[in-house]
């Protein structure tokens, strides 16, 4: 099992930045690659970004590409996702997950943590 336990979020202005952390247990960090998503009230989960055990690979949602940048802290089994100029419609609440697999944690990953509100104001 791995446990995941996001943090960070909170209410912000228009083009404020903000940046997401997230702490994993129970199994090797570097194992897994990671990955968040988000949801927005009245919309489906999509996935915003994902790294993989080495950090090396690091594919984006296009809606996010060019603001936000995750990477992760193998040492400190930390996720970390840095979002810039940020906008209202990246309202939503913020899901960090992890898998084996990087194209599953991407898409369908086995361990999701109980996410954190980001909300951004106009």
């Known amino acids: 099992q791995v446990q995941l336990v996001e943090s960070g979020g909170k209410l912000v202005q228009a083009g404020d930045s903000l940046r997401l952390s997230c702490i994993a247990s129970?199994?090797?960090?570097?194992?897994?690659?990671m990955g968040w998503f988000r949801q927005a009230p009245g919309k489906e989960r999509e996935f915003v970004a994902a790294?993989?055990?080495?950090?090396?690979?690091?594919p984006y949602a296009n809606s996010v590409k060019g603001r936000f940048t995750i990477s992760r802290d193998n040492n400190k089994n930390t996720l970390y996702l840095q979002m810039n100029s940020l906008k209202p419609e990246d309202t939503a609440l913020y899901y960090c997950?992890?898998?084996?697999?990087?194209?599953?944690?991407?898409?369908?990953?086995?361990?999701w943590g109980q996410g954190t509100q980001v909300t951004i104001s106009s």
């Open positions: 997950t992890a898998d084996v697999n990087l194209a599953l944690v991407g898409a369908n990953p086995r361990y």
């Open positions: 129970g199994r090797t960090f570097s194992d897994y690659a």
């Open positions: 790294i993989s055990g080495g950090g090396g690979i690091t």
